[in-house]
């Protein structure tokens, strides 16, 4: 049988902090970025994480959790090389090295560091829903789709037109989208899932 936490509630200036967060980094990323940048798979996922701290809902934290946790630490290598050595070994934080966009913008970025410990944190207070991963394949299937309707190739948003920047691509482009749908939740989701679930067994909070 699962077990639970008794620890469900999670505190009130949490979940004020990340709304006035959020306040401030939507609005700075639309003017600077446009609004097709938060169907990056991490921009999107501040949008669910600000539903899962409100609803206090492990099942949207899980989804979150699966999704964000090695992209974000992925980031956070890139941009930890880039600035100890000036070298990006996997891509995608070149952004934050360019003077052309405000600093104040460009810090806001660092969310990257912070969500992924913020969704780690609420696994261990209100336990781990294994269904988080499957609501994740949903919405990555969406953001993959809606990704290719409305955004423009010169943006590259998740990767869609030049897999990792890799210049020519890697794949043919008819592939890319087909590929992504099924790698994502095969290669990057169900790992990630099933280290989670092992972690939250350790404490004895979980969610079947």
Same mark, same amino acid.
């Given at each position: 049988?699962? $077990? %639970?936490?008794?620890? &469900?509630?999670?505190?009130?200036?949490?979940?004020?902090?990340?709304?006035?967060?959020?306040?401030? =980094?939507?609005?700075?990323?639309?003017? $600077?970025?446009?609004?097709?940048?938060?169907?990056?798979?991490?921009?999107?996922?501040?949008?669910?994480?600000?539903?899962?701290?409100?609803?206090?809902?492990?099942?949207?934290?899980?989804?979150?959790?699966? #999704?964000? *946790?090695? @992209?974000?630490?992925?980031?956070?290598?890139?941009?930890?090389?880039?600035?100890?050595?000036?070298?990006?070994?996997?891509?995608?934080?070149?952004?934050?090295?360019?003077?052309? !966009?405000?600093?104040?913008?460009?810090?806001?970025?660092?969310?990257?560091?912070?969500?992924?410990?913020?969704?780690?944190?609420? @696994? &261990?207070?209100?336990?781990?829903?294994?269904?988080?991963? &499957?609501?994740?394949?949903?919405? @990555?299937?969406?953001? /993959?789709?809606?990704?290719?309707?409305?955004? $423009? +190739?010169?943006?590259? @948003?998740?990767?869609?037109? *030049?897999?990792?920047?890799?210049?020519?691509?890697? *794949?043919?482009?008819? =592939?890319?989208?087909?590929? #992504?749908?099924?790698?994502? +939740?095969? %290669?990057?989701?169900?790992?990630?899932?099933?280290? /989670?679930?092992?972690?939250? &067994? !350790?404490?004895?909070?979980?969610? $079947?």
């Amino acid at each position: 049988m699962a $077990e %639970v936490s008794n620890k &469900r509630n999670l505190p009130l200036w949490l979940k004020v902090a990340f709304t006035a967060w959020l306040a401030v =980094w939507v609005p700075a990323y639309w003017v $600077e970025y446009g609004w097709q940048n938060f169907l990056w798979t991490c921009d999107a996922a501040n949008f669910v994480v600000l539903a899962a701290l409100w609803l206090e809902s492990p099942l949207l934290i899980a989804s979150q959790a699966v #999704s964000v *946790l090695v @992209i974000s630490s992925l980031w956070v290598v890139d941009f930890g090389a880039a600035l100890l050595f000036g070298t990006h070994p996997i891509g995608g934080t070149e952004y934050m090295f360019d003077p052309a !966009k405000p600093l104040a913008t460009r810090l806001l970025s660092l969310f990257h560091v912070v969500v992924p410990i913020l969704l780690l944190w609420c @696994i &261990r207070r209100m336990g781990y829903d294994r269904r988080g991963w &499957r609501l994740q394949v949903a919405i @990555i299937w969406l953001l /993959l789709l809606a990704t290719h309707r409305w955004t $423009e +190739p010169a943006k590259n @948003i998740n990767w869609q037109w *030049l897999p990792f920047g890799i210049d020519p691509p890697i *794949l043919p482009p008819a =592939w890319i989208l087909p590929v #992504s749908m099924l790698a994502m +939740p095969v %290669v990057l989701y169900l790992p990630t899932h099933a280290a /989670l679930v092992a972690w939250s &067994r !350790k404490f004895g909070r979980y969610h $079947e």
